[in-house]
């Protein structure tokens, strides 16, 4: 048996945030982590966290109000708004900013998106923020513990890109700013190849993830991989610490001050897949192997509540799915590049259009689920998919062939034969192609309104006029993809309170459990206010959690508590 003050379980956002600052304050904090590799969902994501009233943004010229925050989830969640739950958010998602900035690598830099729902009160621009790249090479041998991205996201098996490498790349061989950059990339990227094997410029969530993580290793943490948690230890009611799996042994550890749940959600289950989320046989998950939602079994196990009506919320996208000949599958998430561009459309099987192609993923995917649909077609020409890419079709020079004989690029020389091969009624298809071109052409889309709202304007192709989400599909060849509802990540978690608790059946704390990130039911309850509404609640509430336990022990350095509130 060993002893220490936390034991946070689960090496996410969430989780390292809290270790991070429990041994800021003073802590011992120990992470066990499942698999071979730290940083979970987070590692996989665009690392940008939702945070209202932060200071980043005052390096734009931007300002924000916890008024105008708390008037944008009013309206946003509804009757779902939590007073109890979003208020300590509101007040602790910008400390904890300050807090990691002070106390860590974690630093984020201004990205000036509009709110998901542009349109309501409250609602403003850039409290999504974004990571730095992180210097791979400085995490020395233990990059090699850092779960990558997904390789589907990366070029060249593990070249990484962020959102500012996309423009300056496609026009690598038009303008000399996308020269240079491509260049400085490359160059990198190859010189990297050669001395370590892979690329090293970490960006989006794998530098967050790495920025996390580096900063746990220098601030003390004690971090264990391949160690399942397996069962809580619960004495009177209170959970007193974890029985874990390390080095083929089950190892039972004592925390002193309590224990976090941070296991990341179960969106790699089968089974509670197939009980919550609907459509389960046409979903596809993009979370990690090892999120089967072991932190909501552990919590059920010590007497926490897992609320039927939120379990099956998730954050949506619609993906693409590639079939190798293996029988393997490569899913690919449209989280807003390809159809948000101008030149697109999406189908459903009846040949129509049914939402603005460029709306958020999840009000995309909750509108698929409306009106039932589970597999509906991106449509757009050759122009398009050279210049923008289509899912994993990259843009130019990369070759589409192998993807159009895979059979994930639907090939067709006239809407009349892509109509035929992705089996809608042609004579509807070419209507809707014929309608959406008129608009298009005057840079409006008079049905779904792309590009008339805030996100969807901003998630276009800004060097396009009159409108950067719309122009015509244009002529043939034509290319369809089909997409499918899937998930970023459940967030149907455990019922908590505002200090990151977990509740019992009775509606009062279990002593000594805590949960955040995906094993807390999110405060936005199914809702998704910006770009980054996961990753910042997870990150808040690990640090809400990490201070409730530091509060209670005297080793705790008062003068930090008070200097951080
Ligand atoms: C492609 C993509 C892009 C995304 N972009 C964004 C974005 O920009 N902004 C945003 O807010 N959200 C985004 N998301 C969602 C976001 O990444 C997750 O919601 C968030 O990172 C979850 O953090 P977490 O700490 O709760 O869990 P995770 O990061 O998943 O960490 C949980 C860890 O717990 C481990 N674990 C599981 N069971 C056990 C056990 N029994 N014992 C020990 N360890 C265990 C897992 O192996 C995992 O490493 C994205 C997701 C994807 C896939």
Known sequence: MIETDIVVIGSGAAGLTAAITARKLGLEALVVE???????????????????????????????SREAAERYLRGVLGEAYRPDLVGPYLDNAPRMLQFLERNSQVC????????????????????????????????????????????????????QIEGADIHPMRHALKTWAGFRHTV??????????LRHGRGTRLVNGNALAARLFHSAIEAGVALWKNTPALELIVENGAVRGVVVQHDGRRVTVKARRGVLLATGGFGANDKMRAKYVPSPEHHYSLQPEGN?????????????????????????????????????????????????????IVVDPQGRRFVNEGASYQTFVNTMHERGLTEVHLIANRD??????????????FSERALVEAGYLIEAATLTELALRIGVEARQLEATVRRFDEGAARGEDPEFGKGADAHSR????????????????GEGPYY????????????????TNGSAQVLGTDG??????????????????GRYPGGGSSIGPAMTFGYIAARHMAQHTAKAGQHELEATT
């Not at 709110?115 to 041998?141: H, I, M, N, V, W």
């Not at 400085?184 to 190849?193: A, E, G, H, S, T």
């Open 384 to 397: 398009f998919l050279r210049k923008y890419g289509l899912g994993l079709a990259r843009p130019s020079p």
């Open 458 to 473: 901003f998630r276009g192709d800004q060097t396009h006029a009159p409108n950067p989400s719309v122009a015509p599909i």
């Open 292 to 344: 089967v939602g072991d932190g909501i079994r552990l919590g059920l196990a010590a007497g926490a509540v897992h609320d039927p009506k939120h379990a099956g919320d998730c954050i949506w996208t619609p993906v693409s799915v590639l079939r190798k000949p293996d029988g393997s599958i490569v899913k690919y998430p449209h989280i807003f590049i390809d159809r948000a561009m101008p030149g697109c």
């Open 508 to 525: 009062q704390p279990i002593p000594g459990l805590y949960a955040s990130g995906l094993d807390m039911n999110s405060i936005m309850r």
């Open 34 to 64: 499942k698999t071979a590799l730290f940083g979970g969902t987070t590692a996989y994501s665009g690392g940008a966290p939702w945070i209202p009233c932060n200071h980043v943004m005052k390096q734009i010229g931007l300002d924000d």
């Open 108 to 159: 984020f830099k201004p990205f000036p998106l509009p709110d998901y729902e542009s349109s309501l009160p409250g609602a403003a621009k850039c409290r999504s923020l974004l990571t730095p790249e992180f210097d791979g090479r400085l995490l020395g041998q233990r990059l090699a513990e850092l779960r990558q991205p997904l390789p589907q996201l990366m070029l060249f098996g593990s070249m």
């Open 480 to 495: 369809a993809v089909a997409l499918h509802p899937g998930d970023l990540s459940t967030v149907g978690g455990l019922e």
């Open 184 to 193: 400085k990339v490359m160059r990198r990227f190859v010189l990297d190849r």
